[in-house]
């Protein structure tokens, strides 16, 4: 029941930006802190942003500070991530998923989306 589906993703060149999404069903997202995770061939799935259910406080990893923006529409079921001045190494799948706290831990979270592909290259 509970579902989660990432769109958004695609080809996009080195410096320029993309807007994920993650569409949200079976429960309540008001209730769940909202993370984004991606992994890369060959790599561990890491995390790159999360946030929290109740005031919309935001975290990110290093790698993605001060260019990626998360942010909720609860009404609409949906999570945002824009990413923008993106690299090569921005190069993943990227994952949307539940979880009860703002950390970038996927243990934490519970449920996952399918994943959508970013593909950062000239």
């Known amino acids: 029941q509970v579902q989660l589906v990432e769109s958004g993703g695609g080809l996009v060149q080195p410096g320029g930006s993309l807007r994920l999404s993650c569409a949200t069903s079976?429960?309540?997202?008001?209730?769940?802190?909202i993370g984004w995770f991606r992994q890369a061939p060959g790599k561990e799935r890491e995390g790159v942003s999360c946030?929290?259910?109740?005031?919309?406080?935001?975290y990110y990893a290093d790698s993605v500070k001060g260019r990626f923006t998360a942010s909720r529409d609860n009404a609409k079921n949906t999570v945002y991530l824009q990413m923008n001045s993106l690299k090569p190494e921005d190069t993943a799948v990227y994952y949307c998923?539940?979880?009860?706290?703002?950390?970038?831990?996927?243990?934490?979270?519970?449920?996952w989306g399918q994943g959508t592909q970013v593909t950062v290259s000239s």
């Open positions: 998923a539940t979880g009860p706290t703002l950390l970038l831990d996927p243990d934490e979270y519970d449920y």
């Open positions: 079976g429960f309540t997202l008001d209730y769940y802190a």
């Open positions: 946030i929290s259910s109740s005031d919309g406080s935001t």
